[in-house]
Structure formats: structure tokens, C-alpha cells
């Protein structure tokens, strides 16, 4: 367990640059499109609470996990990619439309800062949702043994982490971008 904290805190580092590089380049239009006439807060919105409800449900996977029931907590990880998998369509749907608009990282620094950031959010989801499908047929096979059960935790953790820097993303890149 050590290993993998140390893991996501190098991940905190990593997602720390990203954001000071946002931070700076955040108002670099070029002329360009701006935060508050691109961003489609009802969208992001909608993409949030898809990550969100994720780890109520991977919450719920572990509780099961708790319990033993082996067909309750790949039953709760199943819904849990769902979710994930709902918000990277969400995310990929907003990609494709800012490009089709003209508005693709190449346009200006403040949009290459917004698609590293979230594309680089994007991509822990999906190798997450990797591991989570990796993690259900480990169990399906071998059940709760305590390395599956110390790697669901490893998920867990790191499916969590991935909220909390969503939360980050929501605040500083739409919502204060809308507000500029």
C-alpha cells in the first residue's frame, strides 16, 4: 500500500503542473474563444455528477466487498464503469464539438492548457476503467482472497483521487472560466 501512496502522490504532482500551467496560460486567447462562450456548464454539469455518483457506487462495491458477497461487489463495480464510462463519452462529445467549432488545442495556450489538463484527467479515468474491468474477472475467478481485496482497495483510493481532481477541474477550469 505504500507503493501505490506514493504512486498518487506523484499523480498529485504531476495533476499540480497541470493546473499552474492552466493557471498561467488559462487567459492566453490569442484572439480566440473564451472560457464563457465555449464551456456548456449544464453539460459539465451532467459529466460531474456521472463521476460523482461513480464513487458512491465504487463505495458501495467495497461495502459489499466488506461483506463477502462477491456477486455485490462486481455487480456495484459494473455500475461504477458505467458511470465512467458515461462521463468519458460526455467528455469525448465536448472535445468533438470544440474542435468541429474551431476551438482545438492548437488555437490558443488557454486551449491547449484546457485539453492537457482534462484530456490528462480523461485518460487516468479510462486507464481506471481498465483496472476495474482487470479487477472484476480477478474476482470472478479467484473471489474475495485478500490480494483482490487489497486491490480494490488500491482502486478505490486512486477512483477517488480522480473525484477530487475532478472537483478541482469543475471549480477552476468551467465555473471561476465562465465567471471571467
Known amino acids: 500500500m505504500l507503493g501505490f501512496w506514493l504512486y498518487l502522490m506523484s499523480d498529485c504532482l504531476i495533476f499540480a503542473m497541470l493546473f499552474a500551467a492552466y493557471g498561467v496560460f488559462g487567459s492566453s486567447y490569442a484572439g480566440g474563444p473564451q472560457p464563457h462562450e465555449i464551456f456548456e456548464l449544464p453539460l459539465v454539469a451532467l459529466n460531474t455528477?456521472?463521476?460523482?455518483?461513480?464513487?458512491?457506487?465504487?463505495?458501495?462495491?467495497m461495502l459489499s466487498m466488506n461483506d463477502g458477497n462477491v456477486k455485490g461487489t462486481q455487480g456495484w463495480l459494473a455500475i461504477t464503469g458505467l458511470f465512467g464510462l458515461a462521463?468519458?463519452?460526455?467528455?469525448?462529445?465536448?472535445?468533438s464539438n470544440l474542435i468541429a467549432e474551431g476551438a482545438g488545442p492548437q488555437r490558443s495556450a488557454f486551449l491547449s492548457s484546457f485539453f492537457t489538463l482534462v484530456g490528462t484527467h480523461g485518460l487516468h479515468v479510462t486507464f481506471g476503467i481498465i483496472w476495474l474491468v482487470t479487477l472484476m474477472v480477478q474476482v470472478g475467478r479467484k473471489g474475495l482472497i485478500p490480494a483482490n481485496q487489497r486491490r480494490l482497495q488500491c482502486l478505490s483510493l486512486f477512483w477517488h483521487f480522480l473525484d477530487v481532481i475532478w472537483i478541482g477541474v469543475f471549480t477552476f477550469v468551467y465555473l471561476l472560466g465562465v465567471l471571467r
Open 49 to 61: 455528477s456521472m463521476l460523482l455518483l461513480s464513487s458512491i457506487t465504487y463505495g458501495f462495491a
Open 87 to 95: 462521463f468519458l463519452g460526455i467528455e469525448l462529445y465536448e472535445f
